[in-house]
C-alpha cells in the first residue's frame, strides 16, 4: 500500500500520518514503513540542535501500523475509527533521527474479537530494534457510518 491507500483507511493527515507504507499484510502480521526527515515538526523543539523522534511517536506510528492490519479485516474499513485500549511492556533501545528509515511489524498475539486486536509491535531502524511494544486497539464504527 502506498500513502494514499493507507489514507483511504486511517483518518490520520499530516503531520500526524506517520506511516509511509505498507509492505506485507497477512492474517497473522503487518509491515510498515516511515522515512525520518528534518521536516519533521517536531524535530523543531525535539532536540534543537540535536534532533531525536520521540518515543511516543514511535509507538503512535507503530500503533498505525497494527490500525491497517486491523482495519484490513473489515470490508468498509474508512467506516470505522481505531482507538488504543492498552500499551504495555514498551522499551525503548536505539534512538531515531533524521535520515532513518523506521520499519514496522506488529504480529497478532491473539486472534481478534470484537474488533478487538492485540499486537506485538516491533519498531526497526538501521537493521536494529528501537523500540517495542505490546499494543491493543479497538475498531469502532464511525458516527458519520
Known sequence: ???????????????????????????????GTKGVTMNEQF???HFPGAPVMPGVLIVEAMAQTGGIFILSTVPDPEN??????????????????????????CNLITPIRRG????????????????????????VKSKDA
Open 116 to 139: 478487538i486486536c492485540h499486537m506485538q509491535g516491533y519498531a526497526f531502524a538501521n537493521g536494529k530494534l528501537c523500540a517495542e511494544a505490546e499494543l491493543m486497539a479497538q475498531i
Open 43 to 45: 524535530f523543531n523543539g
Open 80 to 105: 470505522y475509527l481505531t482507538y488504543f485500549m492498552k500499551i504495555d511492556k514498551v522499551k525503548f533501545k536505539q534512538k531515531v533521527v533524521p535520515g532513518d528509515q523506521l520499519i514496522f511489524k
Open 1 to 31: 500500500m502506498d500513502v494514499n491507500q493507507i489514507m483511504k483507511m486511517l483518518p490520520h493527515r499530516q503531520p500526524f500520518l506517520l506511516v509511509d507504507k505498507i509492505f506485507e499484510l497477512t492474517d497473522e502480521y503487518v509491515i
